[in-house]
């Protein structure tokens, strides 16, 4: 019998649901157990593959190809829980099944309404996501707050739910804010008392309450908190401000969490063994010896969340080498304004990410020919591919005015194209080419040497690929074709000789990074970045 642990927010958003669940999963699976985790997202799209990176973030893809949140890239990092398409489910997802299922007439004669058919189908989605997984404990974070009108059917489906498994089968966590005020020298607990209170108008009565604060919670407030909120003291987990992510797990362990969890659900594990994680990971974190400073040059970097797991992958190779890696978040519009040579000539290394549009492409393209002559170590994701083609045809082969179809449909030199079956595309939801495909990688070549591997899996997410009319003439000029998806002969990694590190791929290598195990993509490239003195 699976068991069930929801996870609600409350006061404000952005307090960090997705790692307190994230860190729930990491010591349940260090007791042995298996688990699962999965986001209810209360917004109206299908999935958030249709929205702008501003207001969202990062799209995370799965190896089976669903475009989702982006929390449920801190699932994988945390566990070894593998994310699917039933990992994420939105009100868009449930509106759609239950207006197909009463269009094809399998309610006929009954009025459609929110609960109990928009209950039952979120439901019937958390079990669906628990019978694929397999794991004995499934733990579900309902996005939003507690308060907005769009989450309530979720929370709805989630007090039915323990009514249904039964209570010692299902467990409500709740994560809420305990500020400190200034003024008043105080840390106040009204705003949880409140937070609480409207859950419990929706008929769910916390068991856990994790409060985020900047100050220790003494005694006193966590008996006030437990006295007005109806939480056991125990279960009042104080969730300090951390200095890296990856000591929440050591944090809620050192309270007793794990012990708490298991004994409501009556289960009987070894105990929790966080050694490992906290020896390699955690103390490397917090003390490493070298330093590198990188420079992702994108057009999102106003936003920490827009490329979350390429910023998480850099963290781990520099957890793996050693390493605090200085992130230097460049504008790509401001290389356009400035150059290049002013804004990355302090960087031992230039990363290019994904994305999507013409606006800041130039400012790539400088960016990446900045590194290729300078020797300094260039990693290049997906659209950063895309733009290295684009440089070296441009800047080497001669091939002037060069670029990808998606920025410049005239083009003389159309080195990067839509596949004949993208062509006739209308619909622009789920319809890139997404998930995971394999990769034969080329013996002898510098990504061979990284993956010590022939072939590989990564996950993609794009439209655009590599014109193979363009091979010969790159490769005899220099560019080394080192990893190529057979079944279609599709370019996915490219490198240059003579080069420390020039390697840029088709696919995505920061969905697959963690922080005991970094992406050896990445990892390379920092190490690249440390020989470099800047
Ligand atoms: N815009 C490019 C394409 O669709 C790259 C996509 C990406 O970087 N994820 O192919």
Redesign the pocket.
């Known amino acids: 019998m699976t068991k069930y642990i929801f996870t609600t927010g409350g006061v404000i958003s952005s307090l960090g649901k997705d790692i307190a669940s994230a860190s729930i999963g990491k010591i349940l699976e260090s007791s042995g157990l298996k688990v699962a985790l999965m986001k209810l997202d209360p917004y109206i799209n299908v999935d958030p593959g249709t929205m702008y990176p501003y207001q969202h973030g990062e799209v995370y893809v799965t190896e089976d190809g669903a475009e989702t949140d982006l929390d449920l890239g801190h699932y994988e990092r945390f566990t070894s829980a593998e994310t699917t398409r039933f990992s994420n489910a939105t009100t868009g997802q449930v509106y759609n099944t239950v207006i197909a299922r009463e269009r094809r007439g399998d309610y006929l004669g009954k009025t459609i309404q929110v609960i109990p058919h928009i209950t039952n189908e979120i439901k019937e989605r958390i079990h669906k996501a628990a019978h694929a997984s397999k794991a004995q404990v499934m733990i579900i974070e309902i996005g939003g707050t507690v308060g907005d009108i769009e989450s309530l059917p979720f929370l709805e489906a989630a007090r039915q739910f323990r009514l249904e498994v039964g209570y010692r089968n299902a467990l409500y966590i709740h994560l809420t804010l305990i500020p400190f005020v200034r003024s008043a020298e105080e840390i106040k607990t009204k705003p949880t008392q409140h937070s609480v209170g409207k859950l419990r108008e929706i008929g769910i009565q916390p068991d856990i309450l994790i409060c985020r604060t900047e100050k220790t919670l003494s005694d006193d407030i966590k008996e006030k908190i437990s006295l007005f909120c109806n939480v056991n003291k125990e279960a009042v987990i104080e969730a300090r401000d951390a200095e890296s992510i990856y000591q929440v797990p050591l944090m809620f362990k050192d309270q007793g969490l794990d012990k708490i969890i298991l004994s409501h659900f009556g289960l009987k594990c070894r105990s929790t063994d966080l050694k490992d994680w906290d020896e390699l990971v955690v103390q490397k974190a917090l003390r490493p010896r070298y330093k590198a400073t990188v420079a992702v040059v994108g057009k999102y970097i106003g936003l920490q969340d827009a490329y979350k797991s390429i910023y998480e992958s850099l963290i781990h190779s520099g957890i793996y080498n050693d390493t605090r890696v200085i992130i230097k978040k460049v504008d790509s519009e401001d290389v356009e304004k400035h150059g290049a040579g002013s804004m990355l000539n302090d960087v031992a290394g230039i990363l290019v990410p994904?994305?999507?549009g013409y606006r800041g492409i130039e400012g790539k393209v400088a960016a990446i020919k900045f590194a290729r002559e300078k020797n300094i170590p260039f990693l290049g994701l997906?659209?950063g591919m895309?733009c290295a083609v684009v440089e070296f045809a441009r800047n080497v082969c001669g091939l002037k005015g060069a670029n990808s179809t998606?920025f410049n449909k005239s083009t003389k030199y159309p080195v990067i194209s839509l596949l004949e079956e993208q062509r006739d595309i209308k619909n622009m939801g789920g319809t890139?080419r997404l998930g995971a495909y394999p990769c034969r990688v080329k013996k002898g070549s510098v990504a061979h040497k990284t993956y010590k591997k022939s072939m590989v899996t990564e996950r993609h997410?794009?439209?655009?690929e590599f014109n193979n009319i363009y091979r010969d003439l790159l490769e005899k000029k220099g560019i080394i074709f080192s990893g190529i998806y057979p079944k279609k002969n599709l370019v996915e990694m490219i490198e240059i000789k003579k080069h420390p590190y020039f390697i840029a791929v088709q696919f995505h290598p920061e969905f697959k990074s963690k922080p005991d195990k970094p992406h050896p993509l990445f990892r390379d490239f920092i190490a690249a970045a440390l020989k470099i003195k800047r």
């Open positions: 994904g994305g999507f997906c659209l895309q998606e890139m997410r794009h439209r655009y």
